[in-house]
């Protein structure tokens, strides 16, 4: 056990009989063999699931309450829930299966009758069963007896009337819930030493209980508003000291190591401006001002850029980087695949036209002699510009003054790799980072995933856009659907077919790209030329595949979802998707965004093979909305925060009692707390605030010492 008081290790006796009028948090850090009742194989076993110290119990919240009044037997109505305190009258229960069930059964009663108890797929229960033996059982009568739920032994029948409204903790098959209750119970004793992460000046204006109050009330309300309330105020504490350790990271990243200062727009800057063939946008200039405040203020830009596809990110990149060349530093674009690399080369060469600013690309499949000239030129500091993937943070890749950072679809780098890129940057420096993502992310995530960076949204798109048509395409329809295509085809228009296969697979049905382009060639669009691009082609093929449909060569381009992102071809107006319930509500949408980047009408076909309920609210919501920030949210109700972006792996906490989006609104709040609280005394470790930081790191880690996850 861990000591709070010189070296001697804490005993049972101490932790029972410490003051808890004085908070102690390293009380909470002891085992939970200080408990009463708890041996070593019980804290092996709930170590297994993460219980290791009496403070983790006390953070083990009830994933419900039951209303557990007590009723007799006579009083039981057939499928209806209610718990019964009884005496085993039967002999010793032997366990038997049937069909795939194991079953116990035991007569038991009470003083208005008797009835036969019923425990399904746990044999261990049958050794607990002896007779006349008080149970508490908590179930439903049917017409084959009473089949348990819940249940604990009774040694003391005192308080069990009383107790009506008692919690249900997730348990496993050594721990069940009235154990977990039982150590609860005890450890509540000791809540009054959890930190108040709160400070007392916000709890009294926002009138909030103190935390020990607070967490007795979530495991054990005594009336069910008190529940509520509880529970408002431990997710608000939460949503808090998460806000405080990702301001307090930002904070730190700032302050550890300078940034290149560049100064204002010059010359080469303003010249490549005025040369864009199009205006850009209100939310384009309002990105290009945050750009400029960011890059010369000296401390690192750490910016978010999320825009709506078509929105444009690629313009805002490119004044990033067009800064950072003006200044005298180098600069790099980091794209997750070859294919988007490759496009953003196409984009930029287009893009930097009028300016013949020469840089490099750099992936995989570069040739050796056009690999060792850029890396010569990039570490002499000759190369000012260079796009690339994860060719780029290998050790052999040196700059000379690398200053600017672009990581496009930030979300598919691990934090490693983009660490590796920021270790790239000037000695005693730090580059600025933009990071990019055409998939736009609700505000819930992007102030927990990604709530250390300043963030930047692109809503509006560039004028003489169309929205993209959507429409949910039965099987008995598909005929009149290809008709439609060729019809579109025949005036010169051009069409993508997305399969969600490569090729075809017995253990993976679905359409397959190569397979439905031979299909497509003999059938439907016989006369028309087609191209295929997939994921495991090589390269230099690839790159054919994209110039060939570019140009025009080739009518329809079948693919898988290698088009996802960074795919430009104005004069293409249909998409059609196959297996369209295989794919989340961003990545459709990010898919029909390839269509519709010209002045034609273009027109989305989702063709769903096996679609069931969940599947069909999220095509329906696809073909129903245009705008991808709404679509976001739709998706985070749908799914929840776990599965957005993968965002597990990108640093989304584990709550233990927000939960999101449901709390939203709270989380804006606790940020505008953290925000306002450091506006006025410019640091969370200043005395006045308490012990906030300290509550904060023991929930959520030492964040702040950490360097910032790119």
Same mark, same amino acid.
């Given at each position: 056990m861990r000591s709070f008081s010189g070296d001697r290790e804490l005993s049972a006796a101490d932790l029972r009989n410490a003051p808890v009028h004085w908070p102690r948090p390293s009380v909470l850090d002891v085992s939970i063999q200080a408990l009463d009742g708890v041996g070593p194989k019980l804290a092996e076993a709930a170590a297994e699931a993460g219980i290791a110290t009496v403070g983790d119990l006390l953070l083990r919240f009830p994933h419900s309450h039951r209303n557990r009044q007590l009723t007799q037997i006579a009083n039981l109505e057939p499928g209806q829930q209610g718990t019964i305190l009884v005496e085993v009258l039967g002999a010793k229960p032997r366990p038997f299966r049937k069909r795939r069930l194991t079953i116990v059964g035991v007569k038991v009663g009470d003083e208005s009758g008797h009835l036969r108890a019923t425990w399904f797929n746990q044999p261990w229960v049958a050794e607990k069963l002896e007779t006349g033996a008080r149970l508490l059982l908590t179930g439903k009568l049917s017409g084959r007896g009473f089949g348990v739920g819940e249940w604990e032994l009774v040694d003391d029948e005192e308080g069990v009337e009383s107790s009506s409204f008692v919690p249900v903790h997730s348990a496993t098959e050594d721990l069940r819930p009235q154990r977990i209750?039982?150590? %609860?119970?005890?450890?509540?004793?000791? /809540?009054?030493?959890?930190?108040?992460? =709160? #400070? /007392?000046e916000l709890r009294t204006r926002r009138r909030l209980a103190g935390v020990a109050e607070a967490i007795r009330a979530a495991h054990f309300p005594e009336v069910p508003e008190d529940l509520e309330a509880a529970r408002e105020r431990l997710a608000f504490e939460e949503l808090f000291l998460h806000q405080a350790i990702l301001a307090t990271r930002k904070r730190a990243h700032r302050a550890a190591r300078p940034a290149p200062r560049c100064g204002k727009p010059g010359e080469l800057v303003n010249r490549w401006l005025e040369s864009l063939p199009f205006e850009p946008t209100g939310d384009q200039r309002l990105a290009l001002a945050d750009v400029d405040g960011d890059l010369d203020r000296g401390e690192p830009m750490q910016r978010l850029l999320m825009g709506e596809v078509g929105s444009g990110k690629t313009v805002v990149a490119v004044y990033a980087m067009l800064r950072a060349l003006e200044a005298g530093y180098q600069a790099v674009l980091m794209a997750p695949t070859e294919t988007l690399a490759e496009q953003h080369a196409l984009t930029l060469d287009r893009l930097l036209g009028a300016e013949a600013l020469p840089f490099s690309l750099l992936t995989g499949a570069t040739p050796a002699p056009s690999r060792k000239r850029a890396l010569n030129q990039l570490a002499t500091g000759e190369l000012g510009l260079i796009l690339g993937t994860h060719a780029l943070i290998e050790p052999t890749v040196r700059f000379a003054r690398l200053g600017l950072c672009v990581v496009d679809e930030q979300h598919r780098f691990g934090v490693e790799q983009r660490? /590796? =890129?920021?270790?790239?940057? %000037?000695?005693? &420096?730090? #580059? @600025? %980072?933009? @990071? &990019?993502?055409?998939? #736009?992310? #609700?505000?819930? =995530?992007? =102030?927990?995933a990604y709530g250390d960076l300043d963030t930047t949204a692109l809503h509006q798109l560039p004028a003489g856009r169309q929205p993209v048509s959507t429409r949910l395409v039965g099987e008995d329809e598909r005929a009149g659907a290809y008709e439609f295509i060729r019809d579109r085809l025949r005036e010169g228009r051009q069409a993508f077919v997305v399969c969600p296969l490569v090729a075809e697979s017995e253990k993976q049905p679905g359409k397959a790209a190569e397979a439905e382009a031979e299909r497509l060639r003999a059938g439907e669009l016989r006369g028309f030329e087609l191209g295929v691009l997939h994921g495991q082609m090589h390269s230099n093929d690839k790159a054919e595949a994209m110039r060939a449909f570019a140009a025009g060569e080739t009518d329809v381009l079948v693919a898988t979802t290698v088009i996802e992102v960074g795919i430009d071809v104005a004069n293409a107006t249909v998409m059609v998707i196959e297996g369209a319930e295989r794919f989340g509500v961003s990545q459709l949408h990010q898919l029909r965004g390839r269509v519709g980047r010209g002045d034609h009408a273009s027109i989305c076909l989702l063709f769903p093979e096996e679609a069931g309920e969940l599947a069909r609210r999220r095509l329906t919501a696809v073909a129903a909305e245009n705008d991808g920030f709404k679509l976001a949210e739709v998706d985070l109700e749908l799914r929840g925060e776990g599965e957005i972006l993968g965002t597990r792996q990108s640093g989304l906490p584990r709550f233990a009692v927000a939960s999101l989006p449901e709390d939203g609104a709270m989380l804006v709040e606790a940020r505008d707390e953290v925000v306002a609280l450091l506006r006025r005394y410019g640091s969370l470790e200043d005395a006045a605030l308490g012990p906030l930081l300290d509550a904060a790191r023991r929930r959520f880690g030492t964040g702040a010492a950490d360097p910032i996850p790119l």
């Open positions: 209750r039982d150590w %609860v119970g005890q450890a509540c004793r000791w /809540a009054p030493n959890a930190i108040e992460g =709160l #400070p /007392a660490r /590796a =890129l920021d270790a790239k940057g %000037v000695e005693g &420096m730090a #580059p @600025h %980072v933009l @990071h &990019m993502t055409a998939t #736009p992310i #609700p505000r819930t =995530l992007s =102030l927990t």
